[in-house]
């Protein structure tokens, strides 16, 4: 049993396909599945049931299922502590980021990185807030910052909430929706909605579709965008949306839909030390979160 064995068990278990591990992996579908088969022979027991091209576990593959992942965190723990010492710790760091947050903050923060650490790379790309956990517990990107819609047992990332950020369903000024003193169920399930879709294969109930008829986006601005110009309503974080309700360009939706709030939360991977350009990071969006 070796590290490569137990790292494709992993990704099979959790994509639910071969190819798909195979695909996030970086390798071939055949090694793959060969150093499956290894393991089950090793271990004397099939890991999985096969229906056509899915996988699922089996018994015994639920049963050393958390136990593999503790050896995958363990070995991501003992890498990243010898690249420290080694003194080529965080020579490159890749932060995914919904943009629940105006583009100004994120450009200053990122001036400021290049600034204190010159000699790490700092690499950020945008992504859907329902995607951000597994682009973490995938080892895709470093860290993550966004909203945390819904908080999954995973050990593979751990949580760190920085704030809450008030989410607010809203609409132009000028639609039918901002006339009404109440909005019934009826009225906002029959008008167009701008949502919020992901890629990641787990359902999440926060992010589905109230209305009967949506487009979906991965990208809160192009929500905003949908909402101006599309005679959509949708839900958008209030630090995204303050000027538009100050100018009388959105109103928000007289429905219990229309306020929430969710945790602004930093997305690490599990049994990694702190990092102090996160920590900057981290500190930096929990001061800007408060004045909200």
């Known amino acids: 049993m070796n590290l490569a064995q137990i790292e494709a068990f992993c990704a099979i278990a959790n994509t639910g396909s071969v190819s798909e591990a195979a695909r996030q992996l970086e390798a071939n579908r055949t090694k793959l599945s060969m150093a499956l088969k290894a393991l089950e022979k090793e271990l004397g027991v099939e890991l999985f049931t096969r229906t056509g091209n899915q996988v699922s576990l089996s ?17 991501r723990r003992v890498k990243h502590t010898c690249s420290e010492v080694s003194a080529e710790f965080a020579a490159e760091v890749w932060i995914a980021r919904d943009d629940s947050l105006p583009d100004t903050l994120w450009h200053e923060m990122a001036h400021q990185l290049n600034t204190l650490f010159p000699n790490t790379s700092f690499n950020l790309v945008l992504a859907s807030s329902g995607d951000l956990a597994n682009l973490v517990a995938t080892a895709q990107v470093d860290f993550a910052f966004g909203v945390d819609y819904e908080r999954l047992d995973d050990p593979r990332i751990t949580y760190q909430p920085l704030g809450k950020i008030r989410m607010m369903s809203v609409c132009r000024s000028s639609h039918p929706l901002a006339k009404s003193k109440r909005v019934s169920d009826e009225e906002l399930r029959k008008a167009k909605q701008a949502v919020m879709v992901y890629l990641t294969d787990k359902d999440n109930p926060s992010l589905e579709p109230f209305s009967r008829r949506y487009i979906g ?62 920590s900057l990071v981290a500190d930096k969006l929990s001061d800007y979160l408060f004045d909200f």
């Open 59 to 75: 018994e015994a593959g639920k049963a050393i299922y958390k136990d593999c992942e503790n050896i995958m965190i363990t070995a």
């Open 217 to 278: 986006f991965s990208s809160f601005e192009y929500i905003l965008n949908t909402i101006l110009t599309d005679n959509a309503w949708g839900v958008l974080p209030e630090p995204l949306i303050r000027q538009y309700l100050r100018e009388q360009d959105l109103t928000v939706i007289k429905h219990t839909y229309g306020l929430t709030q969710e945790d602004y939360c930093v997305f690490s991977p599990a049994g990694i030390n702190e990092s102090p350009a996160m």
